[in-house]
């Protein structure tokens, strides 16, 4: 699986350097310049030394500027747009699904890359020390919150989630030091989830953001970051393309916790499944 440099810069920014961050900012904002570009000619234009580019490299996980420099002119060369979602009004039925799906699959495959191993220890270990989690976002992210509360509640962990933000507000304002507010948010600018946010941390409450921008407000504000990389594609926002991700990071939190609370989760989905069937009668 080929390794996608401008998610990776992505998914490393908040942990750069100043000067790192410098040379993250020119390749996301430069990426067709930097794949004609020697290593000293990236130097010369920020006004760094070439060490400085070639640990940049390093640091979110290639060889050096030339394995970087292959790795980004796929992406360039070879946009998501024309490989997965070139779709025609003279597309039949099933080559639209095809394309549906190839974009799913390249949504996971790149969120993949990108998932850093310390961070969702680091969530894993918050969710198990919680006495309470909700899980808050508004709009296409309240979907997400309510699909994370559908398996939690499973767990044998006090979950919760509602759809509407003056409610999650509300709820935000009684959590304390022992709980954990998961917050959804594809762009972390969301003015309303922000405020959950804050809220949450202003109560004591641990904090875990999901994003796909590691230079949004909830990323910073967060105690730890998860992040989903997806590209726009005609018929579909960016947005929409990144929450299969955003419930794959959940259900991978979800199956860690059961794994992690093995016998208490096994009581709780019993007591789940003995429940639901007995509305069957």
């Known amino acids: 699986m080929a390794q ?9 920014y908040a942990r ?7 040379v993250a900012d020119y390749i996301l904002e430069n990426p067709e310049k930097i794949i004609h570009n020697t290593i000293n000619e990236v130097a010369e234009d920020l006004q760094v030394a070439d060490a400085t580019v070639f640990r940049f ?9 030339q394995a970087m420099k292959i790795s980004l002119a796929s992406e360039i060369i070879e946009p998501i747009q024309q490989i997965h979602e070139e779709i025609s009004v003279n597309d039949n039925e099933k080559t639209v699904a095809d394309k549906v799906f190839h974009s ?13 191993g310390a961070s969702i220890q680091k969530a894993v270990g918050l969710l198990m020390k919680a006495k309470r989690v909700e899980f808050y976002g508004t709009g296409g992210s309240s979907v997400v919150a309510m699909d994370a509360f559908h398996k939690f509640v499973r767990t044998g962990i006090k979950a919760f989630a509602f759809i509407d933000s003056h409610f999650q507000l509300m709820s935000a304002s009684q959590l304390g030091e022992n709980d954990v507010a998961v917050v959804i948010s594809h762009s972390g600018t969301n003015k309303d989830t922000i405020n959950i946010l804050k809220t949450a941390k202003k109560n004591g409450a641990r904090t875990i953001g999901i994003t796909g ?3 949004s407000p909830i990323c910073q504000i967060s105690d730890v970051a998860l992040y989903t990389s997806s590209e726009e594609t005609e018929y579909r926002s960016e947005a929409l393309s990144s929450r299969i991700a955003q419930l794959s990071l959940i259900d991978a ?5 059961m794994v992690l609370n093995n016998e208490k989760a096994k009581r709780s989905l019993g007591k789940v499944r003995e429940a639901i069937s007995e509305t069957r009668i």
């Open 213 to 215: 921008y590691p230079k």
């Open 57 to 65: 490299c390093k640091r979110i996980g290639f060889k050096g500027y």
């Open 253 to 257: 939190l979800y199956v860690n916790i």
């Open 16 to 22: 750069l350097s100043e000067k790192e961050k410098k």
């Open 4 to 12: 996608n440099c401008l998610g990776k810069i992505r998914s490393y």
């Open 104 to 116: 799913n699959i390249r949504t996971l495959e790149n969120t993949l890359q990108i998932l850093d």
